[in-house]
Structure formats: structure tokens, C-alpha cells
């Protein structure tokens, strides 16, 4: 079984900074890409950034040079600094990660619970 377990959303005002942590558990053996979405009300589920196990990132439009995808290895965790927030960026965030489970077995896509992130003066 393997887990991800999201944390630091919250509510924060126009221009205000959040940091949220994803951390994986369970019977891992490695793990591959981990990337962040996030779902509006009403909207379907987005890309926000992705980042490979040798540190490439990649960013959605909307919030490159705002936010900023890491991961610790070591700890199976995946950060989302985010920056300058706006309205526009209320969302649901989910944190997806491609897990190995064995050596030499298929990688398999594992989400999230999702935290709610509240940008409102």
C-alpha cells in the first residue's frame, strides 16, 4: 500500500506566500515523476508543476516565476513554494506521484487527498 499525504494549505491574503509538502509512504521502491495539479470549483483538474526524479521542472503558464516545484529523495517529499498568490489560484491541490512499487515492476500513478488552498482578502 502506498500513501501520500498532503500538507500547508490554508487560507492567505492577495500577494501572500504557502508552502505545501507531500509525503510518501508505504511499500515503495522508487519513485519516478511527482507533480502538483490543481481543481477549481467548477473547473477540471490542472497541471500546476511537475518535476522528474533528476530535478527537471516544468510549470504551468499561469504561475511560472510565482511558484517553485523540489523534492527531497531521501524523504520522499515534494514541496510547492508558492508565491505572489491570487484569487485566481483558490483551488484544491493535489500532489501525484509514478511509484515503483519492486525493482523491474510497473510503475503505477498514486493522488493525493488534496488540501485547500483559500487566496481572499
Known amino acids: 500500500q502506498v500513501q501520500l499525504v498532503e500538507s500547508g494549505g490554508g487560507l492567505v491574503q492577495p500577494g501572500g506566500s504557502l508552502r505545501l509538502s507531500c509525503a510518501a509512504s508505504?511499500?515503495?521502491?522508487?519513485?519516478?515523476?511527482m507533480g502538483w495539479y490543481r481543481q477549481g470549483t467548477g473547473k477540471e483538474r490542472d497541471l500546476v508543476a511537475h518535476?522528474?526524479?533528476?530535478?527537471?521542472?516544468n510549470y504551468a503558464d499561469s504561475v511560472k516565476g510565482r511558484f517553485t516545484i523540489s523534492r527531497d529523495n531521501a524523504k520522499n517529499t515534494v514541496y510547492l513554494q508558492m508565491n505572489s498568490l491570487s484569487p485566481e489560484d483558490t483551488a484544491v491541490y493535489y500532489c501525484?506521484?509514478?511509484?515503483?512499487?519492486?525493482?523491474?515492476?510497473?510503475?503505477?500513478?498514486?493522488w493525493g487527498q488534496g488540501t485547500q488552498v483559500t487566496v481572499s482578502s
Open positions: 501525484n506521484a509514478l511509484i515503483f512499487r519492486s525493482r523491474g515492476g510497473l510503475q503505477h500513478s498514486y
Open positions: 518535476i522528474t526524479s533528476g530535478g527537471t521542472t
Open positions: 508505504g511499500s515503495i521502491f522508487s519513485i519516478n515523476e
